[in-house]
């Protein structure tokens, strides 16, 4: 074969290649926009109506989880059998935004943490690397570490509000859970979400502390106080 023949099924091959990127950035886009409506949807609780109505924002973000496994499915349509690692990178990303948001979701309604194979369930997915599209693990724990932030602030938010018996199960809730991942020993990417874990759950142990010294409702003000100008977030 001479070089111009070569190079005219090397043409295909690139057009073919460049096909299969577009076909797979075009799903992903499309699970980015659930994915951003979601965590929109719960920033909402973050308000002090909201706090109150947590229960409520939930349902309306888990009616918009429900449309997450069909836009996994197209997805996996558009990565080619076997080449899951491949293209990986387009969306593990929002991936684990979309980890995070379920399991905030989770402990929300019910106080506990949703598994690995809870939330691939959630999304339309399942977990074993052998069947091709799964939840990747790293995914999920470097999602589940996402959602430690939020709850700082959710701590915080929360006495503004006058709810002062939440962030007393929020420091149990982040505590249990430095306390599981610093089995896993983390390293890397994983290092630096258990960092910020470690950082949140401080923030969350200065309000309860700030609420534990100030007990009486008279000083309730003091605490609100100290609690915002304590925090950076």
């Not at 690139?14 to 659930?34: F, G, I, M, P, Y």
């Amino acid at each position: 074969m001479d070089i111009t023949s070569a190079f005219a099924t090397y043409g295909t091959c690139v057009e073919r290649e460049t096909e299969v990127r577009e076909n797979v950035q075009a799903a992903v886009k499309d699970l980015e926009k659930t994915s951003y409506a979601i965590n929109t949807g719960l920033e909402k609780m973050h308000n002090t109506k909201g706090i109150q109505n947590l229960q409520s924002i939930c349902e309306d973000c888990v009616s918009q989880l429900t449309n997450v496994p069909a836009l996994y499915e197209a997805l996996q349509e558009k990565v080619p059998a076997g080449e899951y690692y491949r293209f990986h990178h387009n969306f593990r990303g929002t991936t684990q935004r979309l980890v995070a948001a379920t399991c905030l979701i989770t402990y929300l309604r019910e106080n506990r943490l949703a598994p690995h194979e809870e939330v691939a369930q959630s999304l339309g997915l399942c977990t074993q690397r052998e069947k091709g599209f799964h939840l990747d693990l790293e995914d999920y724990l470097l999602g589940t570490l996402s959602i430690s932030h939020e709850l700082a602030r959710l701590a915080i938010n929360s006495v503004s509000a006058g709810d002062y018996a939440r962030p007393f199960q929020i420091q149990q809730f982040l505590r249990d859970l430095h306390a599981a991942y610093s089995l896993l020993f983390p390293k890397n990417e994983l290092r630096k979400k258990f960092d910020e874990l470690k950082y949140a759950l401080k923030k969350t142990e200065e309000v309860v502390y700030n609420l534990s010294v100030f007990q009486t409702p008279r000083h309730i003000s003091v605490v609100v106080f100290i609690t915002h100008n304590c925090s950076c977030f």
